[in-house]
């Protein structure tokens, strides 16, 4: 069955791209429903393709931003991928089970492996459905996750497929609202 699968520990910081992302700045804020942060990024050493989706989209490349958001009583995360331009890539959201705040006050969360990926079309892909099957299998996550799992992915379709523009909606929001924070330096701002 090769290696044992693990939870994966995320800092909204994206501490893991730190190889691939030369230079970065990271704004992060909250309020009483989510936490979200956005994510300039100045300078990479190459740029990112994700392969596994028709049209091999670029998720990181120079002048590219992310923005994510947690939303606190959810189980999911959503990063909005945009270009220079700030045209929207994709979204992707990631399936969760926990969240909060690490001892130096970046925000985390627990990735249940399931992913949902919007892409500009409205057309949503369902990425490592195969790592969430091995989870369960060898026991990395309880039968009552994996339900969970599968509960909010089911949730979050339908809901795209009622209002496709809900998640466009709501991140333009939470874009409008950060961009104004960072304007008055109210965001905790890392590099």
């Not at 300039?40 to 049209?55: M, N, R």
């Not at 001892?103 to 490592?128: A, H, K, P």
């Not at 929001?173 to 965001?187: L, R, V, Y």
């Amino acid at each position: 069955m090769g290696d044992k699968l693990k939870i994966k520990h995320t800092r909204m910081t994206f501490d893991e791209w730190n190889r691939s992302i030369v230079k970065k700045n990271v704004y992060l804020s909250e309020d009483e429903e989510k936490r979200y942060g956005l994510i300039h990024i100045e300078k990479v050493k190459e740029k990112q393709v994700w392969g596994f989706l028709d049209g091999r989209p670029v998720v990181a490349d120079d002048g590219f931003q992310w923005l994510v958001i947690v939303p606190k009583y959810k189980n999911y995360v959503i990063t909005m991928y945009m270009d220079q331009n700030r045209k929207t890539i994709l979204w992707y959201i990631d399936m969760i089970d926990g969240q909060g705040t690490d001892e130096d006050g970046v925000c985390f969360y627990n990735d249940l492996f399931l992913d949902l990926i919007i892409l500009d079309s409205g057309e949503i892909v369902e990425d490592d459905r195969d790592e969430l099957d091995m989870a369960l299998a060898q026991g990395v996550i309880s039968k009552e996750q994996y339900t969970r799992v599968n509960e909010t992915a089911l949730y979050l379709k339908e809901r795209l497929r009622i209002n496709s523009n809900w998640i466009l909606d709501y991140c333009q929001e939470t874009m409008i609202k950060i961009e104004k924070e960072i304007s008055e330096d109210k965001c905790k701002v890392y590099s």
